[in-house]
């Protein structure tokens, strides 16, 4: 079995007192991606936030290519090859697209990866000089991708990205998520409502309800919608 | 026509004077929302650091060029110290800022003792038709178009600007792109100091320098900043510009006091019609 790039044990965490996460464990490999599957309010966006070190683990650890990072900073885990892709895109509306593209580069050394992004998501290459909040959802959601990607990062965090978003643009999405997996070896943990998304792009499918992984499935299950019901309320 | 070159000149200097004054402050307020009560002290600082360099025999020059780097490094100790336990606690950083205000004039009370110090303004007079115009008044317009100019391209062509102007929209954004938001908040913090401190350097030779001198700054400072809005540079420039000519026709035609009257009148009607100032304005019919 390849070593994990991204390795989560035994994640606690929540808000407050309150607990979302419950003893939840994930592993991903180099070119492996992972979706995380389940209803509003089950713990999936605070996992991806917990793994990106934006809400503190109450127990629990997080290992990066075999590095421990529970205790590390958010900023620190970035650099360390953790990208994250927020629901909502949150792009910086005021920024221009390149503006946003640039930001994701700042705080990497070296040449400038954003030439051979643009190349991948072509349809940005017409916006650069228009500020984010002009962008359409799809169009905000490339933009978001590739703002992590120019920081190229080893693990990708992806929380909905189909969400209010016109369907050629979730045919485009898959398409970069199968390439970025198969010839750049990113490991990729989905959290997505799309199961047909999902059932195209995931190597594991992983369902969770209230804060926790109740099962791990193929994703050639996700086409049988008894079963899929079954799990999600069961 | 003379006359009314020099009624211009007056007017736009009150605008610059407004400007530079402010512009720490928009920085401070505009970007990490904090509002600094202590704003004024640090002009005060950047007043004193003119007057110690000049009775120890240093130039003029000299001396301004210390102001924001002396007061930038105290604007550092106070964020590292108080300011950042206190971001998103906007009450609690009034009054702690306000403490801090209150400590520095008693400090500087202490040391320096409560009289009136001062430096000579350099340069003389222009003459302009049969009128003459402070030389130093043109230098302080010079300067803070200089100065709005720089930290414009501080913000709009740097890599600091760039992570700078992303974490006052989205800190949390910035963080997962590997970016620390608590050292972008230290700098900018620092460089708003910095520019208190240099606008009370400018200002030493045309003032009285007190320990009580930031008050009699602070409420301009703070309206002007108010009435600009969320627009850091276009809206201290617009409410600079809108309170300063108010503020300078007044008194001309009246008298200062009257001046600033008609100052805070007209940031009341702005406010009252423009709640979020007068760049929210323009923000919302762009």
């Given at each position: 079995?390849?070593?994990?790039?991204?390795?989560?044990?035994?994640?606690?965490?929540?808000?407050?007192?309150?607990?979302?996460?419950?003893?939840?464990?994930?592993?991903?490999?180099?070119?492996?991606?992972?979706?995380?599957?389940?209803?509003?309010?089950?713990?999936?966006?605070?996992?991806?936030?917990?793994?990106?070190?934006?809400?503190?683990?109450?127990?629990?650890?997080?290992?990066?290519a075999g590095r421990d990072v529970t205790h590390h900073a958010t900023a620190v885990r970035s650099r360390l090859g953790l990208g994250y892709v927020p629901q909502g895109r949150q792009i910086f509306p005021d920024l221009t697209v390149m503006e946003n593209l640039m930001i994701g580069?700042?705080?990497?050394?070296?040449a400038s990866d954003i030439p051979g992004i643009l190349e991948r998501f072509k349809s940005l290459t017409a916006l650069l000089g228009r500020p984010g909040r002009a962008l359409s959802g799809g169009e905000q959601q490339?933009?978001?991708?590739?703002?992590?990607?120019?920081?190229?990062?080893?693990?990708?965090?992806l929380d909905e990205p189909s969400e209010g978003i016109q369907p050629s643009i979730?045919?485009?999405?898959?398409?970069?998520?199968?390439?970025?997996?198969?010839?750049?070896?990113?490991?990729?943990?989905?959290?997505?409502?799309?199961l047909e998304l999902v059932s195209r792009v995931a190597h594991r499918v992983h369902v969770m309800r209230k804060g926790r992984f109740v099962s791990e499935i193929?994703?050639?299950?996700?086409?049988?919608?008894?079963m899929v019901r079954e799990l999600l309320w069961s | 026509m003379e006359y009314l070159i020099v009624t211009l000149i007056g007017v736009v200097f009150a605008i610059a004077s407004l400007?530079?004054?402010?512009?720490?402050?928009?920085?401070?307020?505009?970007?990490?929302?904090?509002?600094?009560?202590?704003?004024?002290?640090?002009?005060?600082?950047?007043?004193y650091t003119v007057v110690l360099s000049s009775a120890h025999g240093l130039q003029l020059w000299v001396g301004m060029a210390m102001a924001p780097v002396v007061v930038g490094v105290v604007g550092l100790v106070v964020e590292r110290c108080i300011i950042r336990f206190l971001y998103g606690r906007l009450l609690d950083t009034m009054l702690a800022t306000w403490g801090l205000s209150l400590g520095l004039i008693a400090a500087v009370t202490l040391i320096l003792?409560?009289?009136?110090?001062?430096?000579?303004?350099?340069?003389?007079?222009?003459?302009?038709?049969?009128?003459?115009?402070?030389?130093?008044?043109?230098?302080?317009?010079?300067?803070?178009?200089?100065?709005?100019a720089l930290t414009w391209g501080v913000f709009n062509r740097t890599r600091f600007g760039l992570i700078a102007r992303g974490a006052m929209q989205n800190a949390d954004m910035v963080a997962a792109l590997g970016i620390h938001p608590p050292t972008i908040y230290m700098m900018t913090?620092?460089?708003?100091?910095?520019?208190?401190?240099?606008?009370?350097?400018?200002?030493?030779?045309?003032?009285?320098?007190?320990?009580?001198?930031?008050?009699?700054?602070?409420?301009?400072?703070?309206?002007?900043?108010?009435?600009?809005?969320?627009?850091?540079?276009?809206?201290?420039?617009?409410?600079?510009?809108?309170?300063?000519?108010?503020?300078?026709?007044?008194?001309?035609?009246?008298?200062?006091?009257?001046?600033?009257?008609?100052?805070?009148?007209?940031?009341?009607?702005?406010?009252?019609?423009?709640?979020?100032?007068?760049?929210?304005?323009?923000?919302?019919?762009g």
């Open positions: 079995m390849a070593p994990a790039v991204l390795a989560a044990n035994g994640l606690v965490s929540g808000y407050g007192r309150i607990r979302i996460l419950d003893n939840v464990s994930v592993s991903l490999s180099a070119g492996e991606v992972v979706a995380v599957i389940g209803h509003n309010g089950m713990g999936k966006t605070t996992l991806l936030r917990t793994l990106a070190g934006l809400l503190k683990a109450k127990s629990g650890s997080v290992r990066l580069q700042a705080a990497r050394a070296g490339l933009l978001a991708l590739a703002r992590c990607l120019v920081g190229r990062p080893r693990v990708v965090l979730v045919d485009q999405i898959a398409e970069h998520l199968h390439d970025l997996s198969t010839t750049q070896r990113l490991a990729i943990l989905l959290v997505e409502q799309d193929a994703p050639r299950d996700l086409t049988n919608p008894a | 400007v530079l004054l402010a512009l720490g402050l928009a920085i401070i307020y505009g970007m990490m929302g904090v509002i600094n009560l202590a704003q004024g002290e640090f002009i005060m600082l950047g007043a003792g409560p009289s009136t110090e001062g430096v000579a303004t350099p340069f003389g007079h222009v003459a302009i038709g049969g009128y003459a115009v402070s030389a130093y008044n043109l230098f302080v317009i010079a300067a803070t178009g200089f100065l709005v913090f620092a460089l708003g100091s910095a520019l208190a401190g240099l606008a009370g350097a400018i200002m030493a030779p045309l003032t009285g320098v007190v320990p009580s001198l930031g008050l009699a700054f602070v409420a301009k400072v703070f309206i002007t900043v108010t009435v600009g809005g969320a627009a850091i540079f276009s809206g201290t420039l617009g409410a600079g510009t809108l309170l300063g000519a108010i503020e300078s026709a007044v008194s001309f035609i009246s008298t200062p006091i009257y001046g600033q009257v008609a100052m805070l009148g007209c940031a009341l009607v702005v406010l009252r019609f423009a709640p979020q100032g007068i760049s929210g304005l323009w923000r919302r019919s």
